[in-house]
């Protein structure tokens, strides 16, 4: 199973961004997905996370009600929606496949695939 994250760059506070993870050599039907970041100096950080049909999803405090995650199973693509973009959002975002279709927990241990990340970099 490989995924791709796309859809990160440059924007500045209050602005949006669409993040996208394809995956591929599996069916991303089943796997719940998340997202998670991590910041310079920091350690990776739980973002948000969705079930295997999209109807339970799960968001760090810090993103709830700024970010939206959603999936297409058709399209085998997971997406994550951020506005309202704030400085400290500022990191690099991976997208990881859990080993359980229900899992939408934040411990990494239990995402089995992980995307290779896209940089977001919000400026003041």
């Known amino acids: 199973v490989q995924l791709q994250a796309s859809g990160g760059g440059s924007v500045q506070a209050g602005g949006s961004l669409r993040l996208s993870c394809v995956v591929s050599?599996?069916?991303?039907?089943?796997?719940?997905m998340g997202w998670f970041r991590q910041a310079p100096g920091k350690d990776r950080e739980f973002v948000a996370a969705?079930?295997?049909?999209?109807?339970?999803?799960n968001y760090a405090d810090s993103v709830k009600v700024r970010f939206a995650i959603s999936r297409d199973n058709a399209k085998n693509t997971v997406y994550l929606q951020m506005n309202s973009l704030k400085t400290e959002d500022t990191a690099v975002y991976y997208c990881a496949a859990g080993g359980h279709p229900y899992y939408i927990g934040s411990s990494e241990a239990n995402y089995a695939y992980w995307g290779q990340g896209t940089q977001v970099t919000v400026s003041s």
């Open positions: 969705i079930s295997w049909s999209g109807t339970n999803t």
């Open positions: 050599g599996g069916t991303l039907s089943s796997y719940a």
